[in-house]
């Protein structure tokens, strides 16, 4: 029988909060809104990922097609910022010569007790690297797409965690599992627009002649209007928006990983066993917005409310053939 599986993801709810983790992995409830922002990352995912896929020549196209079979569901100022976003991408780095030899490459791989040497019998390491490439002078790479509010100039705070990012450290094993010796990773961050739509004032001011003044809003902007005012911004200052950086992992650091895995997995298995899953106040707020299981942590709220939750029937939807979790 496969074992469970510890991706970036799970990793990532689980250093956050116990008790969230328990709600999304073990019982495998998710929130029936998703929010704005994890809405907007996974349309620019989605774009990303065709455009990796697609021929050169004709990436911008598949990126702009991929985004608009969302067009119905999502927010029209929303597939605005993606648009942009996408256009820039394609023009800031539709140039670089990189092969491609896979995108969404899923991988599994044994979780490696770092004292031993020996396999975990309770966890197994899986996960979905966003694309694998090969430069010119034939350096293979992992390649991560991040969306990000956050200023990503050389020498950011951004730029800075990442030298303890489990997410790299994790896909550096599954390409290990693969049969790929990595040489880094093509870390590829787009920050999102901070612009937003134009409301109408709440009180145009009119002259004496009637007509308003200069600067003022006289109506909500359009889609289009938006689109060319945030078109213009990112063409001025693209490199405010995306940038590019490779990320490696010296041996060192990558035992360093294997030990924080290692023992947030044995964390995992012993709250499981106790049954105790503790919340984490601390980590109600996070990235400016309150988590969606709040009201059920705090007794506001029932998961059984399926106005407000669903029991998910996979609790990694990004990979194929993953159980669903227990009745």
């Known amino acids: ?23 999304q992995y073990i019982d495998g409830y998710r929130p029936v809104e998703e929010a704005g922002v994890l809405r907007f990352g996974s349309l620019v995912h989605g774009g990303l990922e065709a455009w990796w896929d697609a021929p050169k020549g004709e990436r911008l196209d598949a990126a702009l097609a991929a985004i608009m079979k ?12 993606v648009e942009v976003m996408l256009r820039g991408y394609d ?45 010119p002078d034939n350096r293979t ?15 950011s705070e951004y730029w800075r965690r990442l030298r303890m ?8 094993e599954g390409a290990a599992a693969l049969g790929l010796k990595v040489d880094g990773c093509v870390y590829d961050v787009l920050r ?13 001011k009119l002259k004496k ?33 995306y940038a590019r950086g490779e990320v490696v992992r010296l041996e060192a650091e990558m035992e360093e990983a294997r030990f924080d895995i290692w023992q947030l997995g044995r964390t995992l298995r012993e709250s ?22 709040f009201g059920a942590c705090a007794g506001e709220a029932s998961l059984d409310d399926s106005t407000l939750f669903r029991r998910s029937e996979n609790v990694h939807p990004e990979l194929s053939e993953v159980a669903a979790p227990a009745a």
């Open 91 to 135: 023009a800031r780095w539709s140039d670089q010569d990189l092969q491609v030899i896979g995108v969404e490459v899923e991988f599994r791989a044994p979780l490696i007790n770092p004292e031993s040497d020996a396999p975990s019998r309770t966890w197994q390491l899986g996960g979905k690297i966003d694309a694998i490439a090969v430069t």
């Open 70 to 81: 969302s067009a119905d569901e999502a927010d029209a100022f929303d597939l605005v910022r």
């Open 272 to 293: 499981e066993l106790a049954g105790r899953h503790p919340r984490n106040p601390d980590a109600c707020v996070r990235y400016g917005r309150l988590c969606p299981f």
């Open 192 to 204: 999102k627009p901070s612009l937003r739509p134009k409301k109408k004032a709440a009180e145009v």
């Open 141 to 155: 790479f992992i390649v991560e797409h991040k969306t990000t509010s956050e200023d990503i100039a050389p020498g």
């Open 1 to 23: 029988m496969d074992l469970p599986i510890l991706t970036s993801s799970r990793l990532k709810a689980a250093r956050a909060c116990a008790r969230l983790h328990k709600i």
């Open 209 to 241: 002649d009637g007509t308003p003044y200069a600067n003022q809003q006289i109506e909500d902007e359009t889609p289009s209007e938006f689109h060319a005012r945030l078109l213009e911004a990112v063409a001025e200052n693209p490199s405010a928006y």
């Open 165 to 172: 990012d489990g997410q790299v450290s994790v896909y550096f």
